[in-house]
Structure formats: C-alpha cells, structure tokens
C-alpha cells in the first residue's frame, strides 16, 4: 500500500500538516476530505514528492519515497493529478498523453499507441486531435486524469477531480474512478470537496482540518460523526453546497 507515516510540514515556522498517518491500499478508492486550508493539498504533494516532509516519510509498497523527486516517484508507480488540470495547452490531447509516455520510457510510436488506447479507454477518443487548451474544464479534468493513468501506475492521487462539475457530469466521473480499480488494481486516493461523492466511491475516508486527522472510518462512521460536523458547520463558506446536509 501506499502510506504517510506522522507526516508534519512547516513552512517558515507556519505549520500546514502538523500530524499525518494514512494509507491508500491496491484496489481500493480511499478519500481525503476537509475544508479550505485544511492541508489537503500539500499532504497530496507530500505524497507525490512535490513537498518533501518535515518530519515524517512515505512509504509505498514497502519503499521509503521521502524526499525522492517527483519525476522518479511517477515512474515507480505513483500518478497524480493537479487541481488546475496543467495539461499541455498549446498540444493536442493525444500528444499530451504522448508526452507523458515518451517522459516515461517509450518510444515515440509506443508512447502514441498507447494515448490513443487509453484515450479510447476512458471514452474521450473523439478528443484526441483537439488542442488541449480550447477544451471544455470537465474535458480537461478528464484528459488530465487519462495523462494520469498512462502506463497504468499502481497509485493514483485525484485533487479535486469534480471541481467545478455538474451532478451528472460528477456521476460519470465516478463510474470511471470505480473502473480504473476495477480493470487495473490501482489505488485511489480522492481528494475532494465533493463530499457527497467521496462518502459514495471510499471505502475508508480520512477528514483532515487545521492540518491534522480529525476522523477516519467508513462513510457511515464520518456520517455520523460529530467531529467532522462541527469541522465543516463552522467552516460553511469553504464546503460545496448541502455538504452540511450530507453530513446530517
């Protein structure tokens, strides 16, 4: 599995993860929840290697990753996603799925039989000559996490993957998340506003505020907890729409 150990980060003496411990097992969807500015994103950098921890280390697989540099912790196995999508706006679709492949040892005609198989995969093979740049933001969210599963990695990091999406549009996105375990064993961690989402998809959710784990369990067990409820009742403004009421 993947897993932070006691994680802590601080920037210039401000602490943004104080205590982390979770684990994201093969062939399972965990979720990662918490209102704005609870550290959400930098425990996923963490996680990725784009942030080497303070205090703490990452372990996948057995593996200590701490302080491994993002490109390698991506050819181990490990894929993530951004929030802002950062594809390649000035290619194609296909060729930033290509590009992603040549970054990870294909060959040029490999690396573009590939995209096209994984672009046809996730249902977007239509997309493939668009310039990734003039696409639609749910489009774009898709593509990135195509970009993502290249070379089918045994750890996938979502930050925010239905930011922005209507419920249709979320529910789509959630039938691919369950396919990616189902068809290729990878672990998903599933970080998201979306809490009516993450408590539908995660088998073992982790509620993170002021940069510490506040709750862990089931969805029933976060559905029921008074902690996570005061945590985001008090935190209203930051939450997607109804969170409050999917928590009630």
Not at 45 to 73: C, I
Not at 154 to 161: G, I, R, V
Not at 208 to 213: E, H, I, K, N, T
Request: glycine fraction near 12%; hydrophobic fraction near 45%.
């Amino acid at each position: 599995m993947l897993a932070a150990e006691s994680i802590r980060v601080t920037f210039d003496g401000l602490t943004a993860i104080s205590d982390l411990s979770l684990e994201v097992p093969k062939e399972t969807i965990t979720g990662l929840i918490g209102p704005n500015g609870a550290g959400k994103t930098t425990a996923v950098n963490v996680l990725s290697g784009f942030q080497k921890p303070t205090v703490g280390r990452v372990v996948m697989d057995g593996v200590d990753l701490t302080g491994v540099r993002p490109h390698e912790v991506r050819r181990r196995g490990l894929a993530r996603t951004f929030q802002g999508g950062r594809l390649f706006a000035d290619l194609s679709v296909i060729d930033n799925l290509e590009v992603t492949g040549v970054g990870l040892g294909l060959t040029r005609r490999e690396a573009a039989r590939r995209a096209a198989e994984m672009l046809d995969w996730i249902g977007i093979g239509a997309l493939g000559e668009r310039q990734a740049g003039a696409l639609p933001y749910t489009d774009e969210r898709r593509v990135a996490i195509g970009r993502a599963m290249m070379m089918e990695p045994a750890y996938l990091l979502l930050d925010e993957p239905a930011a922005g999406m209507t419920e249709p549009e979320a529910n789509e996105l959630a039938a691919l998340v369950r396919r990616i375990v189902a068809e290729t064993g990878c672990g998903v961690l599933l970080i998201e506003h979306n809490i009516g989402l993450v408590l539908e998809l995660c088998e073992m959710i982790y509620v993170l505020d002021s940069g510490r784990v506040i709750e862990h369990g089931t969805a029933e067990v976060i559905r029921g907890s008074e902690t996570v409820r005061h945590a985001y009742m008090g935190t209203a403004e930051d939450v997607e729409p109804a969170a409050a009421e999917t928590l009630v």
